[in-house]
């Protein structure tokens, strides 16, 4: 059973906007703050945006003022409003845990990951 599912992405021009939706298996929703991250071409995987167990939202300072995050805990749904985009938003979004779901691995363990949306902005 999938545990996060991402959606949304897409092909959009400077400028333009998407919304990406994330649902999220219960047991995940429920106990943790969530957040979405994403994962540029060559470049490490960041969190972007995120609830925090006080009740508030960060921003990194690349998105703040054109990304708005938002749940709908009714649903197991988060949703990340992405407006005036530019080229350098181009990456894969993946919602997760902050900090991020870990599963068993061998006899360690590692990070799991959905399979994220691609989201490219290009004219």
């Known amino acids: 059973q999938e545990q996060l599912v991402e959606s949304g992405g897409g092909l959009v021009q400077p400028g333009g906007s998407l919304r990406l939706s994330c649902v999220v298996a219960g047991s995940i929703f429920n106990q943790n703050v969530m957040a979405w991250y994403r994962q540029a071409p060559g470049k490490q995987r960041e969190l972007i945006a995120g609830?925090?167990?006080?009740?508030?939202?960060n921003y990194d300072a690349s998105v703040k003022g054109r990304f708005t995050i938002s749940k709908d805990s009714a649903k197991n749904t988060i949703y990340l409003q992405m407006n005036n985009l530019k080229p350098e938003d181009t990456a894969v979004y993946y919602c997760?845990?902050?900090?991020?779901?870990?599963?068993?691995?061998?006899?360690?363990?590692?990070?799991?990951w959905g399979q994220g949306t691609q989201v490219t902005v290009s004219s």
């Open positions: 609830f925090t167990r006080g009740g508030w939202i």
């Open positions: 997760n845990a902050d900090p991020p779901v870990t599963v068993p691995y061998g006899s360690t363990w590692t990070y799991y």
